[in-house]
């Protein structure tokens, strides 16, 4: 008889109770304790709002000087009738 994984619910088992994957995980807790693994995924893979905002800050700080390099001098603009 066979069962989803109860933590990740994609991979089918057979024999034990959680896929090779979240069996990792376990190990993991019982290594570091469950906490700790928590602490470390929650750091890690949450954005907390002022990180959110300071990235988005950068991003349009980026897209600026991005922009401020395409922007063209009147000098360097072709009239129509200065056709290559």
Do not use: A, W
């Not at 991979?11 to 304790?33: A, D, M, P, W």
């Not at 700790?36 to 950068?58: C, G, P, Q, T």
């Not at 001098?73 to 009738?81: A, L, V």
């Amino acid at each position: 008889m066979s069962f989803i994984c109860p933590v990740c619910c994609e991979e089918y088992v057979f024999t034990t109770r959680l896929c090779s994957s979240c069996q990792k995980i376990k190990h993991y807790c019982s290594i570091y304790g469950r906490q700790r693994v928590y602490d470390l995924l929650n750091n890690v893979l949450s954005r907390e709002e002022d990180k959110i905002k300071n990235k988005e800050k950068l991003e349009i700080h980026k897209e600026i000087e991005n922009l401020k390099g395409k922007v063209l001098k009147p000098s360097q603009i072709k009239r129509g009738s200065e056709v290559d």
